[in-house]
């Protein structure tokens, strides 16, 4: 079984959250483990801004894919596809979408391997936007295909959610070795029933630094302030930081060490994803997934950033038309 270890880089506010990207990339590649960093687009130009060449290396030498160009700042993704068609909502992507991936490749040298919708949102109009820009997969992805596993979706290889570690509590280790023991014992489950690929996320950065997600005290509901009114999230103690730091550690090491996997990035896995064959997911298999992927685009309604009273139903009728470009892999292509 195929596992990619993934982290998710967005601090927009707050410079130590620098250091933190750094110090993990630095660690992950210590203990082995290749990992694909999904990076907005304003955190990679504000890198270079402030001169952080050696934390752009430190995370060079893994993955990189794309988090959207501003993450949180309104409109978020859900916001500004929501009341547009699919052939107007792949323009405004494009619009929106293209200087944050041109940064990614200017900055870290690499055009990004995939896109990571952040927070709770997507729409399918932005895989349109990323295959015009040559983005070749979607983590996270809110769609499935029969059997699960990744599948294609709109012309691009989709990678579903699936297992990880809560970033918030790496600084208790009880908590930390527990949740580390799920991981484990679930990814040897997968295993056993023969998955194909497995995701194990492992945090951001900036959660490990800090007590709440940096956009909480800044975008909940729609705010949306002028930058010079961001504020800096609560930070953890010196000696609660040192603690996540170990814990995180461990995890990269555990995860280092799993016996039957390999550890592949999503770059890796769009190579090996496109030497295998994939054939259309019977309609009748589909609509029998529709109401979970539904469920799932709905449910995009509850990530605090979004405006409570956001309209999600374009974007799930456009999802729905969608279903029949979901492509399967092929029984016997697996290598």
Known sequence: MYISVLMDVEDLVDPEADDLAGICADILWEEGLPATFCVVGEK????????????????????????????????????????????????????????GIRAIEEVFGMAPSCFGGPGNTWGPAVCEALRQCSVPSFVYAHTEAPGGGPHRFCGLHAFPNGRGLSDGLYQDSLAAAEQLDELKAGIAADAAKGLFWQQAFIGHPTRILHEHFW?????????????????VAARKSDADLET????F????????????????????????????AFAPAPPEAMAKLW???????????GWPIVPEDIDLSGICAQTHQLLSSTCVLQKGSVA
């Not at 956009?215 to 504020?231: H, I, L, Q, T």
């Not at 992927?293 to 995009?300: D, K, S, T």
């Open 244 to 247: 996540a730091l170990i814990n």
């Open 291 to 301: 109401p979970t992927i539904e469920a799932r685009l709905l449910a995009m309604a």
């Open 44 to 99: 990679a130009r504000l890198l270079k801004a402030r001169g952080r060449a050696g934390v752009i290396a430190k995370m060079a030498r893994h993955d990189i894919g794309y988090h959207t160009n501003f993450h949180s700042v309104h409109p978020t993704i859900s916001e500004y596809l929501a009341p547009l068609s699919f052939e107007e909502g792949v323009q405004e992507a494009l619009r929106q979408e293209q200087d």
């Open 249 to 276: 550690r461990k995890a990269a090491r555990a995860i280092h060490e799993l016996p039957g996997v390999e550890i592949k990035t999503i770059r890796e896995m769009n190579s090996i994803l496109n030497a295998q």
């Open 215 to 231: 956009d909480d005290p800044n975008f909940v509901r729609g705010a949306n302030p002028p930058r010079s009114e961001w504020k």
